[in-house]
Structures are given as structure tokens and as C-alpha cells.
T-cell receptor, first 118, second 115 residues
Framework: KAGVTQTPRYLIKTRGQQVTLSCSPI?????VSWYQQTPGQGLQFLFE???????NKGNFPGRFSGRQFSNSRSEMNVSTLELGDSALYLC?????????????????FGPGTRLTVL | AQSVTQLDSHVSVSEGTPVLLRCNYS??????LFWYVQHPNKGLQLLLK??????LVKGINGFEAEFKKSETSFHLTKPSAHMSDAAEYFC?????????????FGTGTLLAVQP
């Protein structure tokens, strides 16, 4: 079974531009979460989606948005890019939302999209 | 609120010697705790998880961790380090069953394994 796929793997943008990152979960997984990883702030939760609905949102400005499609694929968008948005953006999928207890809830991470803002 | 503190940002061991990566947690609820590993240019991989069952949890690649409520700790150990263990390790806490998929990560411990 293929793992979580994120595209593109690398992206270079300039300040003020916008960017869209894509995540394809493992086949059959319906829950997708996004995380931002930076050297200064570490790994921080962005959003969580299930059945095309956002279930939870992290403490990020409104420039960060996301959505989930009916096939469970997810996209996140960052508008008006700032230098501080340079980061590794990680997507994770799980069979179901919620966590704990069997493998149904384990989150599987993709390799990430490395975004550089110049 | 939930949080985790990884007490060492860098740990260096020799191949074949024991590994200890320390993690303390804070949680208003009985937490679920995880250890993830991240190899360079790779995604995060789950090593092991504690979900209120056995307090000693065994994971992949010979790693294990013990949940100690009295010490609010969840330290990761391995009896004998291998060169392939060199990576960054994250201690993670989340809310109890079903509440959310939101994972709260520690700041990470970079493990170096010397030959």
C-alpha cells in the first residue's frame, strides 16, 4: 500500500506570493492533519480534517487555510507569504479521526514539502 | 493544557551502548504519549505509543519506554545503540481517546551514534 504522498517536495516562492500544497493520504484513510516544522518553533499543529470538515485548528494566522476533498485528499494554502513561513510542511493521515487504541488511529506521516520563501 | 519537555537537545552515544532519551509531560487529563523518530529528509515514523494500558511499552527497533505517572515521565530507552539509530526523536502528547488528532510535539532530541 502506498504511503502518504505530498507534492511538491520542494518549493521556492517570494514574499507576498501564495502557495498551495497537496497531500494524498494512504488509500482508505479519511483523516488528514497538517503540521509545520521549523528550527525555531519545532513541530506545530496546523489543522485536522475528516470528511471534508475541519475538526481542529492550530494557532496560526488566517493566511493559513486548508480543505479536504471527497476523496480525502487535502490541500493547504498560504497566502501573502512571509519569510517566516519557510518550513517543512508535513501531512499525516489516519484511518479515522480521534486517536489512541488500535492501529486505526495511528497517524502516518508523509515526507513533507520543503517551502522556502525568499 | 498538554505539553512535553525533552530534557536533552543532543545525546551522543557509542555504538553498542545504551540509549536514554528523556521526556517529561504535563497534562490535565490522563494523556496518550508517543515517541516518533525522524531520519534526515524522511517523514516521521511512530516508534511506540502509551495509551493507558501497560506502563512499559515496547516499540520497533528494540526501543521501549516506561510511563511513570508519579514522575510525569516517559523516557525512551534502548539497550544497545546501532548506527542506524542516529536521527531526531520526538516525544509527543495528545488528548485521550477520540478527542482529537492534534499531536503536541516536544522540541526533539538529536541522537548521534559514534562508531
Amino acid at each position: 500500500k502506498a504511503g502518504v504522498t505530498q507534492t511538491p517536495r520542494y518549493l521556492i516562492k517570494t514574499r507576498g506570493q501564495q502557495v498551495t500544497l497537496s497531500c494524498s493520504p494512504i488509500s482508505g484513510h479519511r483523516s488528514v492533519s497538517w503540521y509545520q516544522q521549523t528550527p525555531g518553533q519545532g513541530l506545530q499543529f496546523l489543522f485536522e480534517y475528516f470528511s471534508e470538515t475541519q475538526r481542529n485548528k492550530g494557532n496560526f494566522p488566517g493566511r493559513f487555510s486548508g480543505r479536504q476533498f471527497s476523496n480525502s485528499r487535502s490541500e493547504m494554502n498560504v497566502s501573502t507569504l512571509e519569510l517566516g513561513d519557510s518550513a517543512l510542511y508535513l501531512c499525516a493521515s489516519s484511518l479515522l479521526p480521534g486517536l489512541i487504541g488500535g492501529d486505526d488511529y495511528e497517524q502516518f506521516f508523509g515526507p513533507g514539502t520543503r517551502l522556502t520563501v525568499l | 493544557a498538554q505539553s512535553v519537555t525533552q530534557l536533552d537537545s543532543h545525546v551522543s552515544v557509542s555504538e553498542g551502548t545504551p540509549v536514554l532519551l528523556r521526556c517529561n509531560y504535563s497534562s490535565s487529563y490522563s494523556p496518550s504519549l508517543f515517541w516518533y523518530v525522524q531520519h534526515p529528509n524522511k517523514g516521521l515514523q511512530l516508534l511506540l505509543k502509551y495509551t493507558s494500558a501497560a506502563t512499559l511499552v515496547k516499540g520497533i527497533n528494540g526501543f521501549e519506554a516506561e510511563f511513570k505517572k508519579s514522575e510525569t515521565s516517559f523516557h525512551l530507552t534502548k539497550p544497545s545503540a546501532h548506527m542506524s539509530d542516529a536521527a531526531e526523536y520526538f516525544c509527543v502528547v495528545t488528548l485521550p481517546r477520540g478527542a482529537t488528532n492534534k499531536l503536541i510535539f516536544g522540541t526533539g532530541t538529536l541522537l548521534a551514534v559514534q562508531p
